[in-house]
């Protein structure tokens, strides 16, 4: 497997630098979009805020919500995000959009522009709106160390750090960062398991103490210069995580012997990518991306019961490779026209083994190779016919070949063109009005081609060989409304028509064994409505502060493959809710904060025999930094100190609940950790 990856890799390095030094183009200035539909903020709009970095400055944006780009999607049509940095999107979708506005210091900001849909020569990727941080152009070099330690409320307690460095000058770049971030896991914590027959008679009951720790690191780099008149951005980056997980389970008053389970994840990535941008023209930007990422992941989870055993083993190894290039013209002042062409190569190799007491189970989709070869071609044009009204109509054919080789060999090819249209209403200068109408096509996860176990909750699940993508009918429309005072409120509601909708079914083996596995159920629907709010307080006499509000209600309807009845998708939140406050001080040169989020989530999932509801209660964080002089900066942070509590109620049948009754309630309350953090950060230059 590693040779295979190794030549991908260097088909893919080849394929770069071909994208990258042989495209003609030239370089976009920054800001030269049509300004009708921009609205810039200098530096005088942050003035009384004294942000400390563009993550700060980007939260102040009045009805903007950071939107990070998907690294689960393969290909980049689907998975970019609303964040531009001089006017470009960052070459990696794996990215953290968040942790690089960090890295860049409040003072070489210039100004940040919102971009709303119809700007000429800008490809919005279906966002409503973008965000485009822009830096000066003088000749500058900085550097940053943070460090610091993190702390939970039962004893674990680990090192932070940080490294960054940056250098500009006439037109070049170079930015590297080193990153190492531990983190104590939410499965974390003490809790109890009891077990209840129908009637509601108590027949178990279990304590439960787990220890889930997550350590994260980071080497990356980015160059950036001028190349044949054009702009060259070259990125690298390599992550690292080690998972580690302890759990005991033990008879709660009786003193017997108890369960045992280890689980190890250790996850290895390498990355490489470039953007090249260049302007033909006054009217004209070509833009060409090309990457190339592997991964390596190794897992284990042993569980040990008296005299009983099971290990699970599994290795995994993916890879991604991209090519695109994007072409955007402004024919007119109210026409702009785009077209853009994708090509992907993507694959998984997995080997999954399960043994009971030293004997092999077999797993279907425990021994596969999945290659999918990809291609997206796509068009658009927006139309300003009126002076308060914009159209958008567009239309991407995607093209995938699947062939999957190992214990369920099978080769497929889907085609599905997917239609957008799109209007735009500016009612007056503080009120917008958005409607869509689209066709989309979901993308199959690799992973529900691959057996996976859980020994610890004892569900055991196959892959799928034959899955399909799901495909909707979206129906959108949004409302937003801007105050005098800078604050906003978007309304946006979106209907799903689902074919193909993919949840759970059930999965028989050639020698009689059922399992759960992923599958697609028929028809269904999604209705969401969410809601956001950014306002200052000021004028409430909260002088610098400033609330955040997002909630999301979501429902959705599926008939049930195994009861025929009517139910929600799987793991499909019905409420997501999060509200923030921060106010600075800046003659203090310190800034506070709180936010909640989790707020009432719960989540349904639903097996062949069994029906499990999650819930959480909602978590919590208090910070505060503090501006020492002009290159110190501390901060403290305290999350959910007292802990959290998590939940879990699975109704087990005693086969398909269809025809068998419930044999079983088994119930799972834990309390999670709070935790503690604190770090410093010096920079210097600037």
């Not at 049509?77 to 070459?91: F, H, M, T």
């Not at 680990?158 to 983190?183: H, K, N, T």
């Not at 002076?387 to 567009?394: D, K, P, Y």
């Not at 209660?617 to 503090?626: A, C, K, L, M």
Request: proline content about 4%; aromatic content about 8%.
């Amino acid at each position: 497997m590693m040779q295979n990856a190794v030549g991908t890799l260097r088909i893919g390095l080849v394929a770069l630098a071909c994208t990258a030094l042989a495209v003609p183009v030239r370089a976009q200035a920054p800001g030269s979009v049509g300004e009708p539909a921009i609205s810039a903020y200098g530096k005088e709009f942050f003035a009384g805020v004294a942000p400390a970095n563009a993550y700060d400055m980007v939260l102040r944006l009045p009805g903007f919500a950071i939107v990070e780009a998907d690294a689960d999607v393969r290909g980049y049509s689907a998975a970019q995000g609303n964040v531009l940095i001089d006017g470009a999107r960052p070459a990696s979708k794996r990215e953290d959009t968040g942790q690089l506005l960090k890295r860049i210091p409040a003072a070489s900001v210039e100004r940040i522009e919102l971009i709303r849909s119809g700007a000429s020569g800008v490809d919005m990727a279906g966002h409503p709106v973008l965000a485009n941080v822009i830096r000066h152009r003088d000749a500058v070099t900085e550097a940053a160390l943070e460090a610091g330690f993190v702390a939970s409320t039962d004893g674990w307690i680990a090192p932070s750090a940080q490294l960054e460095y940056g250098r500009r000058r006439e037109g070049r770049a170079l930015d590297l960062a080193l990153a190492f971030a531990p983190a104590l896991d939410d499965d974390s914590g003490r809790g109890r398991i009891r077990t209840f027959l129908p009637d509601g008679a108590l027949i178990d009951e279990r304590r439960t103490d787990t220890r889930a720790i997550k350590d994260k690191g980071k080497i990356s780099a980015s160059w950036r210069q001028p190349v044949a008149g054009g702009r060259l951005t070259l990125t690298g980056a390599v992550r690292s995580e080690r998972a580690r997980t302890d759990t005991g389970i033990v008879a709660a008053y009786s003193g017997e012997p108890g369960e045992i389970i280890d689980e190890g994840e250790d996850l290895l990535e390498a990355e490489v990518g470039a953007r090249y941008v260049r302007q033909l023209g006054k009217r004209t930007t070509l833009e060409a991306v090309a990457s190339q990422r592997l991964g390596w992941l190794e897992a284990e989870e042993r569980s040990r019961e008296g005299g009983d055993s099971e290990n699970f083993v599994q290795r995994t190894d993916t890879g991604e490779s991209i090519g695109r290039i994007d072409l955007t013209h402004e024919w007119s002042e109210t026409w702009s026209l785009n077209a853009s062409l994708e090509g992907a190569f993507n694959f998984l190799e997995s080997d999954a083994r399960l043994e009971e007491n030293g004997m092999p189970v077999f797993l279907p989709g425990s021994d596969v190779r999945i290659e999918e070869r990809r291609f997206e071609a796509a068009s658009g044009a927006s139309w300003r016919f009126a002076e308060r009204w914009m159209a958008e109509a567009g239309l991407r054919v995607e093209d995938s070949a699947i062939s999957q080789t190992g214990d369920s060999p099978l080769q497929r090819r889907f085609t599905y063109p997917k239609p957008r249209v799109a209007l735009r209403w500016e009612a007056d200068a503080r009120n917008q009005l958005r409607l869509s109408l689209s066709r989309e096509a979901g993308q199959l996860d690799f992973e529900d081609f691959v057996a996976s176990a859980s020994l610890d909750s004892g569900v055991v699940t196959a892959g799928n060989a034959e899955l399909a993508p799901d495909k909707i009918w979206r129906l959108a429309a949004a409302w937003e409304h801007r105050f005098p005072t800078d604050a906003a409120i978007t309304l946006r509601w979106t209907h799903d028509a689902i074919s193909d909708a993919v949840d759970r079914v059930l999965v028989t083996t050639a020698d009689g064994e059922v399992f759960d596995a992923p599958g697609n159920i028929g028809d269904g629907q999604r209705d969401t409505l969410a809601f956001e709010l950014s306002a200052p307080l000021d004028r409430f006499g909260l002088s610098g502060a400033h609330l955040r509000s997002s909630m999301l209600w979501r429902r959705s309807r599926v008939t049930d493959p195994t009861t025929g009845q009517r139910r929600s998708i799987s793991k499909e939140k019905p409420v997501e809710a999060s509200v923030s406050l921060t106010q600075d001080f800046p003659a203090l040169r310190m800034h506070w904060g709180i936010g909640f989020d989790h707020l009432a989530e719960r989540e349904s999932k639903y097996r062949f025999d069994e029906i499990s509801r999650e819930s959480e209660d909602s978590g919590w964080t208090v910070f505060i930094e503090r501006r020492i002089g002009q290159r110190w900066r501390v901060r403290a942070e305290a999350t959910d100190i007292g802990g959290r509590d998590f939940r879990e109620i699975r109704q087990k049948y005693d086969g398909p609940r269809s025809g068998f009754p419930i044999e079983e309630i088994e119930r799972r309350d834990r309390n999670s950790p709070g935790y503690f953090s604190l770090s410093f950060r010096r920079s210097t230059g600037g």
